[in-house]
C-alpha cells in the first residue's frame, strides 16, 4: 500500500477536498489545537523573522500561528500538492492573512529551492509521517536555517493509532489499512532523535500529549471518515466494508462506547 499524501494532486476531486477540509477542521479542535500551541508559545520572532512551514497544505497551521502569536513577520506555507495550496491560497485572501503569509510548491524530499542560512524556524507539522526518507528532510531544512535556528517536528506515532467502534474485526481491518493507505511512516517519532543526532542538531525541547476520546468522537469521527474514503478511493479499501465501519462508529458514539487514542509527540531542535 502506498501513503496518498504522497500523491494527493493524484486523488478523485471529492477526497481532495475530504483532506482539505479535515486539515482545516482538526487544527481547530480542542485537544489538537491544544497541543499546537504549546509549541506556538516556545517560537518568538518580529517582523524581520521568516518561518518555513514542510508539508503545510493549506495553510492553517501558519494563519493559526500569525493570529495566535500577532506574527508581524513572513510565514512560508510550502507543500508538493498545487491542490492544497490554491485552498490555501483563497483562504488567506479570505481572511486578509495574505500579507504575512506566501505559498510555494516545494518538494521537501528534494533539494529546496530557497536561499541557504534564510530562515529563523523551520516547521514540520504532521510531515515526516508521509515521507519515504524523513532523515533527508530534515537534512534539507537544516540547510535552510539562520545560526540558531530552530526545526519543529510535530507528527503522531501512529503505530499505536487505535479508533475502536467495539467491532473488533472491522476495527482491525480500517485501522490497519488507514496505516498502511495513509502514513509512509507509522513510527518515525520515535526514530527522529537518532536522525537529529546524526544531523548535529541540538534537542531542547520535547513534549508528548494522548489525544484520547471516549463515548464521543469529535477528533476521531473526523478523522476516521477522511482517512478511510481516502483509502476506498485509492483501491486500498473495499467501499462496503468502509462504510459498515462507519455506521459501528456512529453506533458506538451514540451509545457512549466510542475509543480513540494517538499519541502525539513534539520536538524542537536547534543548529
Given at each position: 500500500?502506498?501513503?496518498?499524501?504522497?500523491?494527493?494532486?493524484?486523488q478523485?476531486?471529492?477526497?481532495?477536498s475530504?483532506?482539505?477540509?479535515?486539515l482545516?477542521?482538526?487544527?481547530?479542535?480542542?485537544?489538537?489545537?491544544?497541543?499546537?500551541?504549546?509549541?506556538f508559545?516556545?517560537l518568538?520572532?518580529?517582523?524581520?523573522?521568516?518561518?518555513?512551514?514542510?508539508?503545510g497544505?493549506?495553510?492553517?497551521?501558519g494563519?493559526?500561528?500569525?493570529?495566535y502569536?500577532?506574527?508581524?513577520?513572513?510565514?512560508v506555507?510550502?507543500?508538493?500538492?498545487?491542490?492544497?495550496?490554491?485552498?490555501?491560497?483563497?483562504?488567506?485572501k479570505?481572511?486578509?492573512?495574505?500579507?504575512?503569509?506566501?505559498?510555494?510548491?516545494?518538494?521537501a524530499?528534494s533539494e529546496?529551492?530557497?536561499?541557504?542560512?534564510?530562515?529563523?524556524?523551520?516547521?514540520?507539522?504532521?510531515?515526516?509521517s508521509?515521507?519515504?526518507?524523513?532523515?533527508v528532510?530534515?537534512?534539507?531544512?537544516?540547510?535552510l536555517?539562520?545560526?540558531?535556528?530552530?526545526?519543529?517536528?510535530?507528527?503522531?506515532d501512529?503505530?499505536?493509532?487505535?479508533?475502536?467502534?467495539?467491532?473488533?474485526?472491522?476495527?482491525?481491518?480500517?485501522?490497519?489499512?488507514?496505516?498502511?493507505?495513509?502514513?509512509?511512516?507509522?513510527?518515525?517519532?520515535?526514530?527522529?532523535?537518532?536522525?537529529?543526532?546524526?544531523?548535529?542538531?541540538?534537542?531542547?525541547?520535547?513534549?508528548?500529549?494522548?489525544?484520547?476520546?471516549?463515548g464521543?468522537?469529535?477528533?476521531?469521527?473526523?478523522?476516521?471518515?477522511?482517512?478511510?474514503?481516502?483509502?476506498?478511493?485509492?483501491?486500498?479499501?473495499?467501499?462496503?466494508?468502509?462504510?459498515?465501519?462507519?455506521k459501528?462508529?456512529e453506533?458506538?458514539?451514540?451509545?457512549n462506547?466510542?475509543?480513540?487514542m494517538?499519541?502525539?509527540?513534539?520536538?524542537?531542535?536547534e543548529?
Open positions: 500500500m502506498s501513503d496518498v499524501f504522497l500523491n494527493i494532486d493524484e478523485p476531486k471529492d477526497s481532495v475530504m483532506i482539505s477540509e479535515r482545516e477542521d482538526r487544527s481547530f479542535k480542542g485537544q489538537f489545537s491544544d497541543f499546537t500551541k504549546e509549541y508559545e516556545l518568538d520572532y518580529d517582523e524581520n523573522s521568516r518561518i518555513l512551514e514542510l508539508g497544505g493549506t495553510g492553517v497551521i494563519r493559526n500561528f500569525i493570529e502569536r500577532n506574527f508581524k513577520g513572513k510565514y506555507v510550502s507543500d508538493l500538492s498545487k491542490e492544497l495550496l490554491n485552498f490555501g491560497e483563497k483562504k488567506a479570505e481572511l486578509e492573512l495574505d500579507n504575512h503569509l506566501e505559498f510555494k510548491q516545494i518538494d524530499m529546496i529551492i530557497l536561499d541557504q542560512g534564510s530562515c529563523d524556524a523551520i516547521i514540520m507539522h504532521t510531515l515526516v508521509h515521507v519515504p526518507n524523513p532523515a528532510v530534515i537534512e534539507n531544512a537544516k540547510k536555517l539562520k545560526r540558531n535556528g530552530k526545526i519543529i517536528i510535530f507528527d503522531a501512529y503505530e499505536t493509532l487505535l479508533m475502536a467502534s467495539g467491532n473488533k474485526e472491522l476495527d482491525e481491518i480500517v485501522n490497519t489499512a488507514i496505516k498502511k493507505g495513509c502514513v509512509a511512516q507509522p513510527k518515525v517519532m520515535r526514530l527522529i532523535p537518532k536522525i537529529a543526532n546524526s544531523l548535529k542538531l541540538k534537542l531542547i525541547k520535547y513534549k508528548s500529549n494522548l489525544l484520547f476520546e471516549a464521543s468522537a469529535e477528533f476521531f469521527y473526523g478523522m476516521g471518515k477522511t482517512l478511510s474514503n481516502a483509502v476506498v478511493k485509492s483501491n486500498q479499501l473495499d467501499k462496503k466494508i468502509a462504510d459498515e465501519w462507519l459501528e462508529i453506533k458506538a458514539m451514540s451509545e462506547t466510542f475509543f480513540g494517538c499519541p502525539y509527540i513534539t520536538y524542537i531542535y543548529i
